[in-house]
């Protein structure tokens, strides 16, 4: 039989069962929405969760401690040690928060001076992050809470307005300390807060060793320690065995829980699985209903001559094209319900937070989805077909 009068066939039967093909239609279109949905919404949270939750950089820092009476040759015979072993990316000074407080007016609360841990990088929103080499310079948050105690007022200043200003601040022991504001970073990684003025390590080191230097003062340790960089979060525990013969060595504190965005995760993976079968279940309720109803028409394309595979052919193709084009209906709904309903509902709950994170709709997506639906198809029209070779001819056309 030749192929255009099969097409012609193919065209008739889509036209006869106008009912079925939209029904089949509007399965297809809702299946495509809910399962790229929710992949769409998976796919980044799982991507954060990796990333910016179980290997975030306070979940991958150890800290080894030695006694302030510990000779420096041992400390740099085991710096060196610890360099050489598996896992270790960096072993640097952990320099103390110091507490500050700023002079010309500017500022009245207390801020603490810190530095850019090795591995992190923060968000920089305006101006830039410090040069190497570069000294007496700052980058401060976003939006800093300046609480002034003799009015009791508390002020939102937005960290631009001090960019390209220059700062005095004094700490604990009323050292002064001059710094400009190179630039401001966003507060939503919980490494930094809003009380944080970044400077670069090189400079608090040396704040922090002339506060250390006088011998009345007990608000930082006189300990030395050290911050241990490992490559993953689930190598720390090992890496810390390894160098507790060399000192004293701790986990940094987790900063952030991930457990209630794992439960997000299985629940959303779990929602996707269901959506999946009762997408595979629905195509074989669907199609083994169509074919059941169609006795007749199956028993006159087999009395006049048409074998299975062109029984396939035209059940295949009548299904697929229907699919094809319900699956780029149900893209496009997609599409928008991401951009007007999805996005913006999803920066309400997790923006401006370490989780901040849009969906979008990747080829990968696009064919997954168009897989699985060949895929389903193939298997229940080769079944249906199979199953139509074992009724009696006479019988289907008695009916």
Do not use: W
């Amino acid at each position: 039989m030749k192929n255009k009068n099969l097409n012609m066939l193919l065209k008739t039967s889509i036209l006869s069962n106008k009912l079925l093909s939209v029904i089949y239609c509007l399965f297809v279109v809702v299946s495509t929405i809910l399962i790229l949905i929710t992949i769409s919404i998976t796919m980044p949270l799982s991507e954060n969760i990796n990333s910016k939750v179980r290997n975030h950089i306070s979940n991958r820092e150890a800290v080894i401690e030695f006694n302030e009476n510990c000779k420096n040759d041992y400390i740099t015979e085991s710096i060196d040690e610890m360099k050489g072993m598996e896992h270790i990316k960096a072993v640097y000074r952990m320099s103390p928060q110091l507490t500050v407080t700023e002079q010309t007016g500017v500022l009245n609360d207390n801020y603490k001076f810190d530095f850019i841990h090795t591995g992190s990088n923060p968000v920089i929103t305006q101006g830039r992050t410090f040069k190497e080499n570069e000294t007496e310079v700052a980058v401060v948050p976003e939006n800093l809470k300046d609480f002034d105690i003799e009015n009791n007022t508390m002020r939102d200043i937005p960290g631009k307005n001090l960019l390209n200003k220059s700062l005095v601040f004094t700490d604990i022991c009323n050292n002064s300390h001059k710094v400009k504001v190179v630039g401001v970073y966003s507060s939503t990684d919980p490494l930094y807060s809003e009380k944080q003025i970044l400077i670069p390590q090189n400079d608090l080191n040396k704040y922090t060793d002339k506060i250390l230097a006088n011998t009345t003062t007990g608000d930082l340790s006189k300990n030395k320690s050290y911050i241990i960089l490992v490559d993953s979060a689930d190598n720390v525990d090992e890496v810390i065995d390894d160098v507790q013969h060399l000192g004293a060595t701790y986990r940094q504190q987790s900063l952030i829980d991930g457990d209630k965005y794992s439960v997000a995760l299985y629940i959303l993976i779990a929602i996707l699985a269901f959506f999946i079968t009762m997408e595979v279940l629905g195509f074989f309720i669907l199609l083994k209903n169509n074919i059941n109803g169609r006795t007749k028409e199956l028993a006159l394309y087999r009395s006049l001559g048409y074998k299975s595979n062109q029984l396939f052919y035209i059940i295949f193709s009548e299904h697929f094209c229907i699919g094809v084009f319900s699956i780029i209906i149900g893209l496009i709904i997609t599409l928008i319900l991401n951009s007007a309903f999805i996005n913006p509902l999803i920066y309400e709950m997790l923006g401006n937070t370490i989780m901040e994170m849009t969906v979008s709709i990747s080829p990968i997506n696009v064919a997954f989805i168009f897989l699985l639906f060949v895929a389903v198809l193939l298997i229940v029209c080769r079944n249906s077909v199979k199953r139509s070779e074992k009724i009696d001819l006479t019988i289907l056309l008695r009916q």
